[in-house]
């Protein structure tokens, strides 16, 4: 069972005006913005973080948070749909035992690892599962290597466990295992660490701040960001490009978290700064951070649909030029992104389009993205006789009841 997420606006909306209580005292009871309060209530912005959806339910004096939800919980906001990789990819993050033997050779791991990522970035009907397969055997082997080797062994091992344990938190977060993701993320900043790697460091905060973002958890994104940011600082000058693009690719994350936390000056400002490193370093994805002026152009595109910006979203979106993109992830996040503005904007023919190009680079996005999940069920609550012959199977690849 999943929450209708955009109905928890409209509950909270009916919640409030049955308590008397204005759009303004609301939102100085629950410590948010007007302007934030609005788009809750619109359904512009979700109430992702648990601990403010208890908060609204306080002060709201509702007991029963399936009152706000229309479920009962323990469900985090965003529902849970469990992808049949995710218990062994579990236990094999769990296994601590000993490891014995000879040491995994480390040229043969290390392009295991790059096919595993080059398949996940890579458009396909079956990424998700594809890779899912995989991960048990390549967690338990770099493991392994961190273990039985030495010296300049090891400090190779741990990079790669490193790596891998980035991939393992991005497809974690995508399939809705946001504890399991979380732990990737920092054991992939241990690793990075122990490898006294600064830009990998600077990488696996990247990924440590996408789990947290994922998690509601904007003021923690934000500090892992920044904290990151000023860590790489000093080590800019006659910096290589991949430190170059990791330290825009952090930029560009601070970016959505600063216009999610309502902050658009911040938002422009570190935009502006990822858009003098990207004229340096070109289209790049060291470290697997896709990062160049199409990635600066679809921030801004991302950073404009947080805010509620819709007309300026699509504006900036019909003159970037997509395919110049090198990773899938990033196409289909400016595809349900164009599509949320276009749903916004009641334009549901343009909407439906953009999630119909998500299908048909990666259909279990449909599935698992809860963002694009959020927009099938906007457009199916209005959907008028002449979308639904193409709404109806996106309905059904999400496996949501028309």
């Known amino acids: 069972m999943e929450i209708d997420e955009w109905a928890v606006g409209q509950r909270i909306a009916s919640h409030r005006l049955r308590r008397g209580l204005t759009q303004v005292e609301l939102a100085g009871l629950v410590g948010i913005s007007l302007s934030m309060m609005k788009k809750i209530e619109s359904g512009d912005r979700l109430v992702t973080k648990f601990s403010q959806l208890v908060l609204f339910a306080q002060v709201l004096r509702v007991k029963d948070l399936r009152e706000l939800t229309g479920v009962p919980l323990p469900l985090m906001p965003d529902g849970h749909r469990g992808h049949p990789s995710a218990d062994a990819v579990r236990a094999a993050m769990m296994d601590r035992g000993l490891a014995a033997g000879d040491p995994p050779g480390m040229d043969g791991l290390a392009t295991a690892v790059e096919k595993s990522w080059r398949r996940w970035q890579e458009a396909s009907a079956f990424r998700y599962a594809a890779v899912g397969q995989e991960l048990p055997g390549l967690i338990r082997s770099v493991e392994a290597a961190v273990r039985l080797h030495r010296d300049a062994g090891r400090r190779r091992a741990l990079r790669e466990a490193s790596k891998l344990y980035q991939l393992v938190r991005t497809w974690a977060k995508r399939v809705g295992e946001h ?22 460091a600077g990488a696996a905060a990247w990924n440590l701040a996408m789990i947290l973002s994922a998690q509601g958890k904007t003021d923690s994104a934000r500090a892992v960001v920044s904290r990151a940011i000023e860590e790489l600082r000093p080590h800019l000058d006659d910096a290589a490009p991949e430190r170059l693009a990791v330290f825009g690719g952090l930029h560009l994350l601070g970016a959505t978290e600063a216009a999610r936390d309502d902050s658009g000056d911040e938002a422009q400002r570190l935009l502006d700064t990822a858009d003098q490193l990207a004229a340096r370093v070109g289209e790049t994805n060291h470290f697997r951070i896709v990062f160049g002026p199409t990635n600066v152009a679809l921030h801004r595109v991302t950073t404009a649909v947080e805010l509620g910006r819709n007309g300026q979203a699509l504006d900036i ?7 110049q993109a090198p990773a899938v992830e990033r196409r289909l996040t400016y595809h ?53 012959p193409d709404l109806r199977p996106l309905l059904t690849s999400a496996n949501l009841p028309d």
């Open 179 to 200: 504890e399991l993701s979380f732990v990737a993320a920092d054991r992939a900043v241990s690793f990075a660490l122990d490898a006294d790697d600064p830009d990998l």
């Open 317 to 323: 979106a019909e003159r970037v030029d997509i395919d």
């Open 336 to 388: 349900i992104d164009i599509a949320r503005s276009y749903a916004r904007t009641q334009n549901d023919v343009a909407a439906v389009h953009m999630i119909q190009r998500v299908h048909a680079d990666s259909p279990e996005e449909l599935r698992y993205n809860v963002l694009a999940r959020e927009t099938l069920r906007q457009l199916m609550g209005r959907a008028k006789a002449a979308v639904m």
